[in-house]
């Protein structure tokens, strides 16, 4: 059982940056891909970034790709998600989730889910 908690989130202008973090529960941490999905209203779920257990492999939507940087420290439980020049469509719902697979973009791939952080951008 993992239990995840995301924070960082707010209200930022775009070309901003902001940081989330999700700090998970569990000694399995370190075995599970994490990954970043998010969520506009009226849309659907939908992939941001992965990060295999180990951080060695990492992958990104086109639309975050060179702006997102994810990374993990499994010492600390945490992994993180760094988002620079923020875009107003960058706006939505970030939920971090943990999958027991090597790696996957698929929302149903991922067992554990946090409740969200908001992430809004103005213009």
């Known amino acids: 059982q993992v239990q995840l908690v995301e924070s960082g989130g707010g209200l930022v202008q775009a070309g901003g940056s902001l940081r989330l973090s999700c700090a998970a529960s569990g000694r399995t941490f370190s075995r599970y891909t994490m990954g970043w999905f998010r969520q506009a209203p009226g849309k659907e779920r939908e992939f941001v970034a992965y990060?295999?257990?180990?951080?060695?492999?990492?992958y990104y939507a086109d639309s975050v790709k060179g702006r997102f940087t994810i990374s993990r420290d499994n010492a600390k439980n945490t992994v993180y998600l760094q988002m620079n020049s923020l875009k107003l469509e960058d706006t939505a719902v970030y939920y971090c989730a943990a999958a027991p697979v090597l790696a996957s973009e698929e929302v149903h791939e991922y067992d554990y889910w946090g409740q969200g952080t908001q992430v809004t951008v103005s213009s």
């Open positions: 990060i295999s257990w180990s951080g060695g492999s990492t």
